[in-house]
C-alpha cells in the first residue's frame, strides 16, 4: 500500500490521492468558504444507500435498518469505491472516542449480518474495501 498516513491532520494519502473523509468535507468548501452538499444517495456497485433516510439497498432490496454508526462506518467505506480504509482511520472518525477500542470490528460484523451478501472485504494488517 503506497501513501501517508495521518492521524493528526484527519487526512490521508491513498495511492496517490488525497482523501478526507466525508464526514469532515460536508461542512464547506476548502476553497471558497461557502457551504458545500453531500451527495443524497450512493451507488456502488451492487450497493445503493441514502443517506437522508439511512436506508441501504443490495441489488435493489431494502436490507434491515441499520443504526447511525453502521451506515456512516458502510457510507465511508463505500464512497472510496474500491480503496482500502484503513481500520485505525474508521475507528478514530466514525466510532470516535465514545466507543470501546475493537468497536469497528464489531460494527463490520453487524453490518455482514444485515445485508444479503458479504460486500465488505477484509484487507488482514491494512483495513476494509467495499467489493465492486
Not at 471558497?32 to 439511512?54: H, I, T
Not at 441499520?66 to 480504509?85: C, D, H, N, P, Y
Not at 449480518?113 to 458479504?118: I, R, T
Request: charged content about 25%; glycine content about 8%; proline content about 8%.
Amino acid at each position: 500500500m503506497s501513501g501517508v498516513l495521518s492521524s493528526p491532520a484527519r487526512s490521508i494519502e491513498l495511492n496517490n490521492a488525497e482523501y478526507v473523509p466525508a464526514r469532515l468535507v460536508q461542512g464547506v468548501c476548502p476553497e471558497c468558504g461557502q457551504p458545500r452538499e453531500q451527495p443524497a444517495v450512493l451507488a456502488v456497485g451492487r450497493l445503493r444507500m441514502d443517506r437522508a433516510a439511512l436506508k441501504v439497498w443490495v441489488d435493489g432490496l431494502p436490507t434491515p435498518a441499520m443504526t447511525s454508526l453502521e451506515f456512516e462506518v458502510l457510507w465511508e467505506i463505500a464512497s472510496k469505491q474500491g480503496r482500502i480504509m484503513p481500520h485505525w482511520y474508521l475507528e478514530e472518525d466514525c466510532a470516535g472516542r465514545q466507543h470501546a477500542p475493537g468497536t469497528i470490528k464489531t460494527i463490520i460484523h453487524y453490518i455482514r449480518g444485515k445485508l444479503p451478501v458479504d460486500l465488505i472485504e477484509t484487507r488482514r494488517g491494512e483495513g476494509y474495501q467495499i467489493r465492486t
